[in-house]
């Protein structure tokens, strides 16, 4: 691989590895992070004010495993392949050594089977105690984040800006299919599909593109396509941006370089190149590919998946990055946080909180000046919240979402919030970030104290007090419009000794909003110590 330069403030001293467990393999990568100086020497020369960070691969491996083939097939992982994943991660441990690395320098990662699994903590649990590595399963959304940040690393110093169009970014794996839509650089939308090659093999028990999977296939993405229709049209793709294995295989046999790390296909010379990867055996694409039999195996679909995606839009040209999931990764643990991208990141995690309150039909005029007035109250009290700019985010999706669960039924809306948001998903957002929004909105309402909840006892400090804190946030933004009508437009907040005075700005009748108050104010004076008055 090429050296790949990043631009960052942070130097590394010692070599940055990751791996990741994934549905048909576990891979590591090992990389060299060297300052500015360094690369010169290598006449690897940039311009500009920023300094320059490059990597050399140091070491990588990749050992096929079976986790896709068990778990789709019968729904769960065998003994067996979890042994075999234990000993490929100790002879990874030994092969850190070497490179002065511990498990616990080490980043490990797992994707869509371990994900999907119904052992996955007490798998993690094993690895942790037979090889020492601490495994994060990450979603989909977040594996759609990742590599966003890992193409636009390609992307730099480039012929191509993101900025100039419209792309769609496709990653079809094993066992799901990560899509992100670009307008002009920006993420309007990001979702993640439970296909992949080894899931559908392993569903219909056929191997290769035969007549019944390209059926299972059309269908399945014509029926995502519901999903996706309304973000196509406010795009004009004029390129697909393919990651993986499979358009990587294409583009070294029917593509043209662009820029050291990016990859053009024109495409018709994509589906010609699919068509005839058809014929070839298994065998034969191992011999040729020089690729694992898993792989082999799933040619034939993993090119289909990716055709029939090609399908819903016109785009004349597929554009493939030299990158991995590995990679996002590295960049996310070395670069400096990237202000840009961070906030394109955070404006999605708003427009999806949007989105899922119009999915389920909410008063968006109240959400909204909810959502306003919780971070207007987040602002003023910023300097002894502790909390940062990513709570705000969080709390402003809490906000927005809090009375989701109204569509199912108004008594114990609260709990069906929870529920509905605990079980969606937010581009940008884990698991355990989705828990902090659903527990805010289970307690923005009644009198039920958190610290009576078993569930909430079972999260750590750092979460329970970040959840206080937004959660009293929140029911005081909800009082003061407990009529649902926003008669307040000119909210003020201050502190004054032991009191938060809110000031209405207008002569309107508040006797509603003070028993609400009275009612929600409890939380807020025992999270923050103030008494909240309305003036």
């Known amino acids: 691989m090429a050296r790949k330069k990043i631009e960052t403030r942070k130097l590394s001293s010692k070599p940055e590895a990751v791996i990741e467990i994934a549905s048909t393999g576990v891979r590591l990568s090992i990389v060299e992070v060297i300052s500015q100086e360094n690369a010169d020497k290598n006449s690897e020369r940039e311009n500009g004010n920023a300094?320059?960070?490059?990597?050399?691969?140091?070491?990588?491996?990749?050992?096929?495993?079976?986790?896709?083939?068990?778990?789709?097939?019968?729904?769960?992982?065998?003994?067996?392949?979890?042994?075999?994943?234990?000993?490929?991660?100790?002879?990874?441990?030994?092969?850190?050594?070497?490179?002065?690395?511990?498990?616990?320098?080490?980043?490990?990662?797992?994707?869509?089977?371990?994900?999907?699994?119904?052992?996955?903590?007490?798998?993690?649990?094993?690895?942790?105690?037979?090889?020492?590595?601490?495994?994060?399963?990450?979603?989909?959304?977040?594996?759609?984040?990742?590599?966003?940040?890992?193409?636009?690393?390609?992307?730099?110093?480039?012929?191509?800006?993101?900025?100039?169009?419209?792309?769609?970014?496709?990653?079809?794996?094993?066992?799901?299919?990560?899509?992100?839509?670009?307008?002009?650089?920006?993420?309007?939308?990001?979702?993640?599909?439970?296909?992949?090659?080894?899931?559908?093999?392993?569903?219909?028990?056929?191997v290769g593109a035969t007549d019944t999977t390209q059926r299972y296939v059309r269908q399945f993405i014509l029926n995502s396509k519901n999903s996706l229709n309304q973000e196509l049209k406010n795009l004009k793709v004029k390129s697909f941006i393919a990651v993986g294995k499979i358009p990587q295989i294409a583009a070294l046999y029917v593509g043209k370089p662009i820029s050291t790390f990016l990859w053009e296909i024109p495409r018709e010379k994509f589906f010609e190149f699919a068509g005839e990867i058809k014929n070839y055996s298994v065998e034969e694409c191992m011999a040729r590919f020089k690729i694992s039999y898993n792989d082999a195996t799933q040619m034939n679909t993993g090119f289909f998946i990716y055709e029939t995606f090609f399908e819903l839009n016109d785009a004349k040209t597929i554009i493939v990055p030299e990158t991995n999931l590995r990679e996002g990764i590295l960049i996310s643990k070395i670069d400096s946080p990237d202000e840009e991208l961070q906030q394109e990141f955070y404006k999605q995690i708003s427009a999806g909180a949007l989105n899922l309150l119009r999915k389920y039909h909410g008063d968006e005029s109240h959400a909204s000046y909810v959502a306003k007035t919780s971070l207007a109250i987040f602002d003023a009290l910023k300097d002894e919240s502790a909390l940062d700019k990513h709570a705000r985010v969080l709390l402003e999706a809490a906000a927005m979402l809090h009375d989701i669960g109204i569509f199912v039924r108004m008594g114990n809306h609260h709990l069906h919030s929870a529920y509905i948001i605990s079980n969606s998903e937010f581009f940008g957002l884990g698991k355990d970030e989705i828990t902090i929004i659903s527990e805010i909105a289970k307690y923005h309402r009644d009198n039920a104290a958190p610290q009576d909840d078993e569930q909430f006892q079972k999260l750590p400090r750092a979460e329970r007090m970040m959840i206080l804190k937004l959660t009293s946030i929140v029911r005081i933004a909800d009082a003061l419009d407990r009529g649902h009508t926003q008669k307040f437009e000119q909210l003020k907040f201050r502190k004054q000794g032991d009191s938060f005075i809110i000031d209405t700005g207008n002569r309107h009748n508040t006797v509603l909003e003070r028993r609400a108050l009275s009612e929600k104010g409890e939380m807020f004076e025992s999270v923050f110590g103030y008494k909240v008055i309305l003036t």
């Not at 896709?68 to 100790?90: D, K, P, V, Y």
């Not at 920006?186 to 569903?203: K, P, T």
Request: include cysteine; hydrophobic fraction near 40%; proline fraction near 3%.
């Open 51 to 206: 300094r320059n960070v490059f990597w050399n691969t140091l070491d990588r491996s990749n050992v096929p495993i079976t986790f896709a083939t068990e778990l789709f097939a019968t729904g769960r992982i065998s003994q067996s392949s979890i042994s075999q994943c234990i000993q490929i991660l100790a002879r990874y441990k030994e092969q850190l050594v070497s490179w002065g690395l511990t498990p616990q320098d080490t980043t490990v990662i797992a994707t869509s089977a371990l994900r999907e699994s119904p052992d996955r903590d007490s798998i993690i649990d094993r690895i942790f105690v037979r090889t020492g590595f601490s495994v994060r399963i990450i979603d989909g959304l977040e594996e759609s984040r990742l590599m966003y940040i890992a193409v636009r690393e390609c992307f730099k110093n480039s012929p191509i800006n993101l900025a100039d169009d419209d792309f769609i970014i496709l990653e079809a794996g094993g066992g799901s299919t990560e899509i992100t839509l670009l307008k002009k650089g920006s993420i309007v939308g990001a979702h993640s599909f439970r296909l992949g090659a080894a899931r559908v093999e392993q569903r219909l028990g056929q």
